[in-house]
């Protein structure tokens, strides 16, 4: 069964960088694509940055030049680093799996891990 979990969030200030990791357990394939969601309460669950073969995509305008994805095939993750980061940011973030090709559509990614809350305040 694929499994996967993030890790690394937490309190950061205004201006900061945080790096969270989406470790990946239970299948093999390269043919498969990394999602980064976030969430806050009372909002949908929205795209934010999306990793596969095909490159990364960027669903917020905002996060173009400041987050960006990197695979660590030694660990079988997927890192998400976010630098800058200001009280936008705040929310819980969920890495998803689908294969193949990067959707923005949340529906469309089969396996998730259970979120890791980033909070960016002073």
């Not at 806050?40 to 996060?63: A, F």
């Not at 799996?97 to 909070?119: M, P």
Request: net charge positive; proline share 2%; with cysteine.
């Amino acid at each position: 069964q694929v499994q996967l979990k993030e890790s690394g969030g937490g309190l950061v200030q205004p201006g900061g960088s945080l790096t969270l990791s989406c470790i990946i357990d239970g299948f093999t394939e390269d043919y498969w694509a990394i999602g980064w969601f976030r969430q806050v309460p009372g909002k949908v669950r929205e795209g934010v940055i999306c990793n596969s073969r095909h490159g990364i995509t960027y669903y917020l305008d905002s996060v173009k030049g400041r987050f960006t994805m990197s695979k660590d095939h030694t660990k079988s993750a997927v890192n998400l680093h976010m630098n800058n980061l200001n009280l936008e940011y705040t929310a819980v973030y969920y890495c998803a799996r689908r294969l193949e090709r990067c959707s923005e559509n949340k529906n469309e990614y089969r396996y998730w891990g259970k979120g890791t809350q980033v909070i960016v305040s002073s």
